[in-house]
């Protein structure tokens, strides 16, 4: 999956409790995102980064954080998770935005909270 | 930020036949991409088409845009039982500059 990894795969968690998810890339892409995916919904983007240590709001950023201390490492976090962050959780990258933006994919991480 | 609406929800065919599958958007756009998911992975990136191209190929693949109607189709000539996956449509510019957002895509299911 172009040199992104996500990890865990999958994680079970109790509501209340923090979560982080890692996207680590190895393409040395500027430009990374995180998103979820639902039944009824598609892919909703949560937050994103156009740099180091710039990151910004998506359309369903309530309830989650990020940060971006180098290229390669996008962290998202739950701070205190609900049983509506069910979900599967997608990271992507890419390497320009504009006329030529390809987003790639990682494989996704299945988060369910009970 | 803007997302692309697919139509149909889903579309089952055989082994051989062609697959179209629709996409609709609202505001102005720079270009307009193609995505495949396969089951339980991320997704893939088909194609783009920029706003000044009304059609393109690659492989098995058409594109066609209509800026006009603000719509996109993407075919799929001579499906093969691979191709089951979902697509998406993502309408890039405007709002969405640097921020894609997808639908729910098109469920597409090739029958051997």
């Known amino acids: 999956d172009a040199g992104i990894t996500q990890s865990p795969r999958h994680k079970v968690t109790e509501t209340g409790t923090p979560v982080t998810l890692r996207c680590h890339q190895t393409?040395?892409?500027?430009?990374m995102y995180w998103y979820r995916q639902d039944p009824g919904h598609g892919l909703r983007l949560i937050h994103y980064?156009?740099?180091?240590?710039?990151?910004d709001k998506g359309e369903v950023s309530d309830g989650y954080s990020v940060s971006r201390s180098k290229t390669e490492d996008f962290l998202l976090t739950l701070e205190s998770a609900t049983s509506s962050q069910t979900s599967v959780y997608f990271c992507a990258i890419s390497e320009s935005i504009g006329a030529n933006e390809k987003l790639f994919f990682g494989s996704g991480t299945q988060l369910s909270v009970l | 930020s803007q997302q692309g609406e697919e139509d149909p929800q889903a579309l089952s065919i055989q082994e051989g036949e062609n697959a179209t599958m629709n996409c609709s958007y609202k505001?102005?756009?720079?270009?307009l991409q193609w995505y495949r998911q396969n089951s339980g992975r991320g997704l893939v990136h088909l194609i783009l088409?920029?706003?000044?191209?009304r059609e393109k190929h690659s492989g098995r693949l058409r594109v066609t845009l209509d800026t006009s109607k603000k719509s996109s189709s993407l075919l799929i000539t001579a499906s093969r039982a691979a191709d089951t996956a979902s697509y998406f449509c993502a309408p890039a510019g405007g709002t969405s500059y640097g921020k894609l957002t997808f639908g729910q895509g098109t469920i597409l299911t090739v029958h051997p």
């Open positions: 393409e040395n892409h500027r430009y």
């Open positions: 088409i920029r706003s000044n191209e």
């Open positions: 980064s156009y740099g180091v240590k710039d990151t």
């Open positions: 505001t102005s756009i720079n270009n």
